[in-house]
């Protein structure tokens, strides 16, 4: 499974991006999917996950109620939309896919495909 991700950028402090991860996979609907994103110097970190049918989402803390996990099964492309965005925001963003089931993955060590990540930097 090959996973592209795409979207990212420089912004603003305040701004907002979209991020899209696109996959040729015909079985796309079959995956749990997530973002994750690893700032400078520190380790990767789970950001968001979303469900097969998108019935359930998860979020890390930090990025509640500012960003958004969305998916188009039928053009196999998972987003997250990054809203009100902050420096500390600033990392390289992965898209992730799972075949867990049950409540959903939050941990590197729960997915199984990574795409290329996609930078996005926010100044203040």
């Known amino acids: 499974v090959q996973l592209q991700a795409s979207g990212g950028g420089w912004v603003q402090a305040g701004g907002s991006l979209r991020l899209s991860c696109a996959t040729s996979?015909?079985?796309?609907?079959?995956?749990?999917m997530g973002w994750f994103r690893q700032a400078p110097g520190k380790e990767r970190e789970f950001v968001a996950a979303i469900s097969r049918r998108s019935d359930d989402t998860n979020y890390a803390d930090s990025v509640k109620g500012r960003f958004t996990i969305s998916r188009d099964n039928a053009r196999n492309t998972v987003y997250l939309q990054l809203n009100n965005l902050k420096p500390g925001d600033t990392a390289v963003y992965h898209c992730a896919a799972s075949l867990l089931y049950g409540t959903l993955p939050t941990a590197m060590t729960d997915y199984r495909y990574w795409g290329r990540g996609t930078l996005v930097t926010v100044s203040s």
């Open positions: 996979v015909r079985t796309f609907s079959t995956y749990a």
